[in-house]
């Protein structure tokens, strides 16, 4: 039997993002960011009810400030006192982890969704998806962006503007376009 579009992705296969279904869920996680946004923070608390329904996992803790954007939601892990700043946008085609205490600034963008080399091959709207892990107490400056498939180590800090090629070790410095270690 063929696999679908959504059993491609969760595989890590190549799969056509403009599948009806996959088209569905997404829409799903647009209103959720939706009603995040705009309900009252008074109402919304730390994380608006349907974006928190959404995720994959959500400990009690974790603030999200508005507005925020996520392809699926259903691929986002976030451990205790996570905190995402306004802007921040993950497009979860894979598992995006974030460990305890870590804080994203401003803007910070995560992408999972890896597009075909081969131009002919991206007219079909054919991507991957690669997954993306930030460790314990990790700090990601305001506008860096994240790339597919990294992993960030416990207790990196992550430069603002930094982006993200290659994995970062635990406890390093990572600055520029792309990001490099410093010396802490």
């Not at 691929?75 to 306004?86: C, E, Q, T």
Request: one cysteine or more; charged letters at 20%; proline letters at 5%.
């Amino acid at each position: 039997m063929a696999q679908s579009e959504l059993e491609k992705m969760q595989a890590g296969d190549w799969y056509s993002c403009l599948d009806p279904e996959l088209t569905v869920m997404r829409h799903r996680a647009l209103e959720a960011c939706h009603e995040h946004s705009v309900l009252y923070p008074a109402e919304r608390g730390n994380i608006g009810p349907k974006l928190r329904a959404l995720f994959a996992a959500c400990a009690d803790d974790v603030r999200i400030e508005a507005r925020f954007h996520c392809a699926y939601g259903v691929n986002i892990h976030l451990a205790s006192d996570v905190f995402l700043n306004v802007g921040c946008v993950i497009l979860d085609t894979a598992p995006v982890k974030i460990g305890r205490h870590s804080m994203l600034g401003p803007n910070v963008q995560i992408y999972c969704a890896d597009h075909h080399r081969d131009p002919e091959l991206r007219k079909q709207h054919l991507e991957i998806a690669r997954p993306v892990t930030i460790g314990d107490n990790v700090w990601i400056g305001g506008g860096a962006i994240i790339l597919p498939g990294i992993s960030i180590g416990d207790d990196a800090i992550i430069g603002a503007g930094a982006v993200v090629t290659r994995d970062v070790a635990a406890g390093a410095t990572v600055v520029g376009n792309p990001a490099k270690p410093i010396a802490r």
